[in-house]
């Protein structure tokens, strides 16, 4: 007798390890670790994930599993070993690790169907598998379980006659298109056409273009070529020298888009040297890090694309990742443009159905390269031989729910599983990784000159306090005003950066200092001008705008700080004759709005691109010469030991954007508080210096990458309840590990009320804890009553980016 473990679909504590099941005959030799089962379980029937196949099992009396739900793996062993490391590393259940690998399309809710996927293969297939489809394209997999073919299925599937669908019931629908084609050999399509009466002339001409083509052809490619009517066409089907039939298409997003076909670029001596690095480890086989330590404009990408096109030439497969924001149309455009349909992208934007296709075109073997955020690090490749991280430093590479994994270690995990190199790339890499290279752990590699001969663009930086005591009172410095004045007198382009959304962030009494905050969140509201609402960014509390303080009762009511929208009226103002384009989460939100502006951009319709955080990130516009940043000190206010990196990183990221061709660039920054030495140094392009200023307050203060942290964050709507347990937490935590590791709190957290829930924390700084996990599953396991009833929450961190 055979046995399936089984790793169940309920993310709870108590099933958190494989079931037993035993294997009914029929699926003994086609059942494989990797596949989807429906199994029973106490009263219910569950999916689950089979892990293993054995012959023993602890239990006495197995119950048989009840369906078999994939004919091939959709996970395969390395997924399902990285599965089992991310729940060691990350603390979380098996089962969330293995879902987030897969597309959201393979849940449990959708349905499932078999596909024919060539009509050249049905005379291929065994006769009972084509008195199932009894000439249609599909079936359901309800029928084929019924008709227990099973066994035929899976070998029909294998030999590529078949496959396996999931129908993704979308507002778009599926992808039909319809084809024509020749119906009778070519011999006596000639003679028929022959004795064609002459007013047929429109059918004969159809009816050459197939022979000439020789192939089906898209009906509407068909009439376009010809000028033939649809009627014209539909006569001929009637007559039955040519059938039309439907083929279902891959929902591609990018359909629209031809990409120019671009060749290597030749390298200069750094670009070279960096490659061959790489390249030296993806002939070996050998697993390596590499730093790609290169500042903005410097060539990274050329880098990476030319290592991809070795991977390719050694018949293997890379990854490539880019942070959300950064998957503009443009970086797409780079990699269509070099590897064109060998490449498959995946970012949020795509739908339940796009996301669905890009991760069969992987599975399936049809595609090599993937280009994507960060759950792309899944990707079910099997012979990897590169993956790439652009922009390493991005904070987004962490996923921020279950499972709190960090793109960058998957990465390595796969990486040294596969025995291959892992490409870290930045123009400003995170502490921890830029400290590894320093030490070794990685291999460093450095582009240190910009492509263009101009070199970095001049930094300004502008003390806002000054203005207001000279009197300018307006948004814009003098300086920043005049040089934008100037771009617009020589016709270049200017990009405007600022770190906020909306009309306003928030509404201040002048009179008592009182600010709206949210009931729920203790956060201030942001004014919105639509609508005048405030709302509450964090869980969506919106009320009207008041006009009257609720404290002092004064009129003396005042919008502080700026949102785009009010920079884009100023704007309009100041400088009424230049055209702006205004990017930010408002104006983006529908779909494809997103590359519509930035295409607009890039072909010059408009003078200035004012926008937020998503306009900092991988723009390479040639017209571009100045950058303004309003306000950056807004993130260096934020309770977040990182806050000065992220500030540094943000400025270089932006000014990055200024001057990256022919053309010189200028970058203005405005700050209240110019002195700070992340808003100096990040002017002087100085990542060395910001450094080593840096690691020594690291070192101080006991942070990253000097010390490990781990979060814990409880919540409960009683505040009582929610401090008593996390003191009884950090108490077990005190009793239980070394004198070495240092416990902070309990305490509020920065966001103290979320969702009407009081949220209290207690962080763990520590350098080496060998009983860390144990102490941590034992928590949990302690309070898993509690949190299975719903009242009490408890979210614990093992390397928190989100100090909030
Ligand atoms: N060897 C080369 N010869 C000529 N042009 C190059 C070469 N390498 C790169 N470029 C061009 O230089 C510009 C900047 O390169 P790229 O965007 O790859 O830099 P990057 O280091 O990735 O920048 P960032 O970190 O700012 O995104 C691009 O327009 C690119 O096409
Ligand atoms: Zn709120
Ligand atoms: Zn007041």
């Not at 099933?15 to 059942?31: A, K, S, V």
């Not at 705008?545 to 785009?564: A, L, V, Y």
């Not at 890039?602 to 003078?607: I, T």
């Not at 934020?638 to 010189?664: I, M, N, W």
Request: aromatic letters at 8%.
């Amino acid at each position: 007798m055979k046995i399936a473990s089984v790793i169940v679909d309920v993310p709870s504590r108590q099933t958190d390890r494989p079931f037993d099941y035993m294997i009914p005959e029929q699926w003994e030799d086609i059942l494989k670790p990797g596949m989807r089962v429906t199994v029973p379980f106490g009263p219910r029937r569950l999916q689950g994930f089979v892990v293993e196949i054995k012959s023993h099992s602890e239990v006495e009396r197995l119950k048989p599993i009840e369906a078999v739900l994939d004919v091939t793996p959709v996970l395969n062993e390395e997924l399902l070993e990285l599965g089992k490391y991310l729940t060691e590393t990350t603390l979380c259940f098996a089962i969330s690790a293995y879902q987030a690998m897969l597309p959201a399309a393979m849940k449990a809710k959708y349905e499932k169907e078999i596909h024919l996927i060539r009509e050249e293969y049905r005379p291929l297939l065994p006769e009972e598998i084509q008195a199932l489809f009894a000439g249609r394209s599909a079936v359901a997999w309800k029928d084929v379980e019924q008709a227990k073919l099973w066994r035929t299925v899976q070998k029909a599937i294998q030999q590529g006659y078949l496959e396996v669908v999931y129908q993704v019931k979308e507002k778009a629908g599926k992808k039909i298109i319809k084809y024509i084609q020749l119906a009778m050999p070519p011999e006596e399509i000639r003679q028929a056409m022959e004795a064609m009466p002459a007013r047929a002339a429109k059918q004969k001409q159809v009816l050459t273009f197939l022979l000439s083509k020789n192939e089906a052809v898209p009906l509407q490619e068909l009439i376009e070529q010809t000028s033939a009517s649809y009627a014209s066409v539909k006569s001929l089907v009637e007559k039955g020298f040519v059938v039309e039939k439907e083929t279902e298409v891959y929902r591609d997003p990018y359909e629209h888009r031809t990409f120019a076909k671009t060749k290597p670029l030749p390298l200069t001596a750094e670009q070279e040297k960096a490659l061959s690095a790489i390249v030296k480890r993806v002939r070996a086989n050998e697993h390596s890090v590499f730093l790609l330590y290169g500042v903005t404009g410097s060539g990274k990408t050329e880098v990476y694309m030319q290592a991809m096109e070795e991977v390719l030439r050694q018949g293997k497969e890379a990854i490539v990742l880019v942070p959300e924001i950064s998957l503009t149309p443009q970086m797409v455009e780079r990699f269509k443009g070099r590897f064109g349909s060998r490449v498959a992208v995946l970012h949020s934007g795509l739908s339940v159905g796009e996301k669905y296709d890009e991760w069969r075109k992987i599975h399936r073997k049809e595609v090599q390269l993937v280009v994507g955020a960060r759950s792309a690090i899944f990707a079910p490749f099997e012979n990897l031989g590169m993956i790439i991280i652009d922009e390493e430093h991005e904070a987004s590479y962490k996923q921020e729910e279950n499972p709190r994994y960090h793109a960058r270690d998957v990465a390595i995990y796969r990486a040294r599983f596969h025995g291959c190199p892992v490409v870290l790339g930045s123009a400003t890499p995170s502490l921890e990784t830029f400290a590894r290279a320093k030490k070794g752990v990685y291999e460093l590699l450095t582009l240190p000159k910009r492509i263009s001969d101009n070199g970095m663009p001049d930094v300004h930086i502008v003390d806002m306090r000054e203005e207001l005591r000279s009197g300018n009172r307006s948004m814009f410095s003098r300086m920043l005003f005049e040089k934008l004045k100037e771009r617009l007198a020589r016709g270049e382009q200017s990009v405007l950066f600022l770190n906020r959304r909306g009309y306003s962030t928030f509404v201040m009494c002048r009179d008592c200092g009182y600010v709206i905050r949210c009931p729920h969140c203790d956060i201030s509201l942001t004014y919105h001008r639509a609508g005048q609402r405030l709302k509450c960014h964090y869980c969506g509390h919106e009320e009207p705008t008041m006009h009257r303080c609720p404290s002092c009762g004064s009129e003396h009511i005042r919008f502080f700080g700026t949102g785009t929208q009010k920079v884009e009226e100023e704007l309009a103002k100041l400088l009424p004759e230049a055209r702006v384009i205004r990017m930010d989460v408002d104006t983006t939100s529908r779909k494809g709005a997103h590359e519509q502006m930035l295409s607009k951009f890039g072909e010059g319709k408009a003078d200035i691109l004012l926008g937020t955080q998503m306009i900092a990130k991988g723009l390479d516009f040639p017209n571009v010469t100045l950058v303004g940043v309003l306000a950056a000190d807004t993130m260096l206010h934020l309770p977040d030991f990182r806050a000065s990196e992220k500030t540094f990183q943000l400025l270089t990221q932006v000014s990055g954007r200024a001057g990256r061709h022919e053309l010189p660039g200028e970058v203005v920054i405005q700050s209240y508080t110019p002195e700070h030495y992340s808003i100096a140094l990040a002017a002087k392009h100085d990542y060395a210096a910001f450094y080593q200023r840096e690691m020594v307050l690291r070192k101080m203060y006991g942070y990253p990458p000097f010390y490990y942290l781990t979060l814990i964050t409880v919540s409960h709507q009683e505040i009582t309840k929610a401090v008593a347990v996390t003191e009884k937490i950090a108490a077990y935590l005190r009793a239980q590990l070394s004198k070495e590791a240092i416990i902070l709190g309990p305490v509020a957290s920065p966001i103290a009320r979320l969702h009407d829930r009081y949220r209290y924390q207690c962080m763990i700084k520590y350098k080496r804890e060998a009983n860390m996990t144990s102490v941590l599953k034992t928590i949990i396991d302690r309070y898993q009553h509690d949190v299975s009833q719903g009242d009490l929450s408890i979210t614990i961190d093992t390397n928190p980016y989100m100090m909030m």
